[in-house]
C-alpha cells in the first residue's frame, strides 16, 4: 500500500510541476518595459545621443585606431551601465559606387583583419539596451557599425558605415 501511494503522489507532484513551469512560460509580458514610447528609450539610454556626418577619410587614423580597438571596446560596452554622451558618426565615403581612395582601401583592409573582433563588438551593441537601443533609435544597423570609440569620461562614438559617397 505504501508503494501506491508513494507513486500516486509523485504523479500529483510532476503534474503540479509541469502545471506551474507551463503557465509561467505562457505568462504575458506585460511586466516587461515597452519600448514604443519615446520616454522609455530615453530612460534606458539616459545619454543625449547626437548624430553626425563625415568623411572616411576626415577620421581615418582614429577609424582604424578603434577597429583595432574592437576586442577591447566590446568587453567595455558589456560593462557600461551609463553614458553620458553618445555620438553616431556616420562615414561617408563606403559604398560600391564610391571611388577607391587609399583611406577607404585601409579602412577596409582593417574591417578585414579584425572581423572577428567587430563581430564581437556588434554582438556586445546587441546585449547592452544603453547602446542598441541608442542605436536603434537612429536606425542604425548593426552590421553598419563600423567601430566604437570611448573618448573623455562617458563619451562614446559609434562610427558606421554610410553608402553616400
Given at each position: 500500500m505504501d508503494t501506491y ?161
Amino acid at each position: 500500500m505504501d508503494t501506491y501511494l508513494f507513486f500516486k503522489v509523485r504523479r500529483l507532484l510532476a503534474a503540479a510541476s509541469l502545471g506551474l513551469f507551463t503557465a509561467f512560460l505562457c505568462a504575458p509580458s506585460g511586466y516587461a518595459q515597452g519600448l514604443a514610447a519615446k520616454e522609455t528609450i530615453d530612460t534606458i539610454v539616459d545619454a543625449e545621443v547626437e548624430t553626425a556626418d563625415e568623411t572616411a577619410t576626415a577620421r581615418e587614423q582614429r577609424v582604424i585606431a578603434a577597429i583595432e580597438n574592437s576586442r577591447d571596446n566590446a568587453a567595455q560596452i558589456r560593462k557600461r551601465v551609463s553614458v553620458d554622451n553618445l555620438k553616431i558618426v556616420f562615414l561617408h565615403g563606403f559604398g560600391p559606387d564610391c571611388a577607391d581612395t587609399a583611406s577607404r582601401s585601409a579602412i577596409n583592409a582593417k574591417l578585414e583583419d579584425f572581423a572577428t573582433d567587430i563581430t564581437a563588438m556588434r554582438e556586445a551593441i546587441q546585449g547592452s539596451a544603453i547602446f542598441y537601443h541608442a542605436v536603434d533609435s537612429r536606425s542604425v544597423l548593426l552590421n553598419d557599425i563600423v567601430a566604437v570609440e570611448f573618448g573623455q569620461s562617458d563619451d562614446v562614438t559609434v562610427m558606421v558605415a554610410s553608402t553616400k559617397c
